[in-house]
């Protein structure tokens, strides 16, 4: 009998960092087009999901945060057919360092409302950005501990 090909999802991680009501997003070029996100980006080889986050936020916003919760595990089928398995953290942001450069393709940080966010639309990179942040304002947080590394 032949075997299945491995299903190998995308592995992300996102930060939800919330100050005075206003959401640390991210402003990217991709195929030439505007998109928002949180700070977000791929898993890579011996980091924890934690690691993950504090270093994409600081990659692509500048901000040193420290994770405090997790807001939830989501999965996320793309139009293109690739699914993605994003782990969401929330916490608060530390400090900026302003000689950190910011990750290719990434034109700005800023700081926006969720009423802000949510009228982006389709220039949101994902229904995960709404989802997650619906989410964190509904109060959903799980412990860091709930992620165990072995």
Same mark, same amino acid.
Request: hydrophobic fraction near 40%; charged fraction near 20%.
């Given at each position: 009998?032949?075997?299945?090909?491995?299903?190998?999802?995308?592995?992300?991680?996102?930060?939800?960092?919330?100050?005075?009501?206003?959401?640390?997003?991210?402003?990217?070029?991709?195929?030439?087009?505007?998109?928002?996100?949180?700070?977000?980006?791929?898993?890579?080889?011996?980091?924890?999901?934690?690691?993950?986050?504090?270093?994409?936020?600081?990659?692509?916003?500048?901000?040193?945060?420290?994770?405090?919760?997790?807001?939830?595990?989501?999965?996320?089928?793309?139009?293109?057919?690739?699914?993605?398995?994003?782990?969401?953290?929330?916490?608060?942001?530390?400090?900026?360092?302003?000689?950190?450069?910011?990750?290719?393709?990434?034109?700005?940080?800023?700081?926006?409302?969720?009423?802000?966010?949510?009228?982006?639309?389709?220039? &949101?990179?994902?229904?995960?950005?709404?989802?997650?942040?619906?989410?964190?304002?509904?109060?959903?947080?799980?412990?860091?501990?709930? &992620?165990?590394?072995?």
């Amino acid at each position: 009998m032949p075997s299945t090909p491995r299903f190998l999802p995308h592995v992300t991680v996102a930060a939800v960092i919330e100050n005075e009501g206003r959401f640390l997003m991210v402003r990217e070029s991709i195929g030439g087009q505007q998109r928002y996100n949180q700070p977000a980006g791929h898993l890579e080889a011996g980091e924890s999901l934690r690691q993950a986050s504090i270093r994409e936020t600081l990659e692509e916003t500048a901000w040193r945060y420290q994770p405090e919760a997790i807001i939830g595990v989501y999965r996320w089928i793309a139009p293109d057919g690739t699914t993605f398995l994003r782990a969401t953290f929330c916490g608060q942001a530390i400090s900026k360092d302003a000689s950190q450069p910011l990750d290719e393709g990434i034109e700005a940080a800023v700081w926006l409302n969720f009423e802000q966010i949510h009228s982006l639309g389709d220039a &949101l990179r994902s229904p995960l950005v709404t989802r997650c942040i619906k989410d964190y304002l509904a109060g959903i947080r799980y412990p860091l501990e709930v &992620l165990q590394d072995l």
